[in-house]
T-cell receptor, first 115, second 115 residues
């Protein structure tokens, strides 16, 4: 079974703090993704990575950065957290395999509250 | 442009009723893949099914069935004899061969099954 884990299920941070969200997958997947989920907006892609040290901006990268130093780990960084970054953050991974038909597998999510 | 529309924001049904969740997609690509995910209250998105654009055969898996119709650009999901455990948010997603790694998600339908 594919396993995607996220470092925290719940986080509470203060405005201006630097926040690290960690994601690890154990299936040797090339692709990893960070989404945020907000009511009425569905899932929006923040960043994705298709290889170590490679990253691509998604639909809403502003205020975020990412790091992928190892294949299994993809970190999302909020350089200076703001209240509008309060959200559910979901990590996903997929194989490069057969391209577009490859399924994304998701972690349990991190609920971040910025005060 | 790619787009997925789930017009039903919230649905409530009484246990054992059948329920259909609608998904309408837009793409100009001829090769694409459609997905359904379930997100229970625990938060993790669980993969349910993937269909490719060349296979319009409907699929049944236990109480779940999917109706893919290219003529109406729809990929609807029916749960037969609903159960309380089916209560969740359901997402439809689209990925095309020409959009690389990016998934396009609908905004989700929240299903509540009342005992």
């Amino acid at each position: 079974d594919v396993k995607v884990t996220q470092s925290s299920r719940y986080l509470v941070k203060r405005t201006g703090e630097k926040v690290f969200l960690e994601c690890v997958q154990d299936m040797d997947h090339e692709n990893m993704f960070w989404y945020r989920q907000d009511p009425g907006l569905g899932l929006r892609l923040i960043y994705f990575s298709y290889d170590v040290k490679m990253k691509e901006k998604g639909d809403i990268p502003e205020g975020y950065s990412v790091s992928r130093e190892k294949k299994e780990r993809f970190s999302l960084i909020l350089e200076s957290a703001s209240t509008n970054q309060t959200s559910m953050y979901l990590c996903a991974s997929s194989s490069q395999g057969q391209g577009a038909q490859e399924t994304q597998y998701f972690g349990p999510g991190t609920r971040l509250l910025v005060l | 442009a790619q787009k997925v529309t789930q017009a039903q924001t919230e649905i409530s049904v009484v246990e054992k009723e059948d329920v259909t969740l609608d998904c309408v997609y837009e793409t100009r690509d001829t090769t694409y893949y459609l997905f359904w995910y379930k997100q229970p209250p625990s938060g993790e998105l669980v993969f349910l099914i993937r269909r490719n654009s060349f296979d319009e055969q409907n699929e049944i898996s236990g109480r779940y069935s999917w109706n893919f119709q290219k003529s109406t650009s729809s990929f609807n999901f029916t749960i037969t004899a609903s159960q309380v455990v089916d209560s969740a948010v359901y997402f439809c997603a689209l990925r095309t061969r020409n959009t690389g790694n990016q998934f396009y998600f609908g905004t989700g339908t929240s299903l509540t099954v009342i005992p």
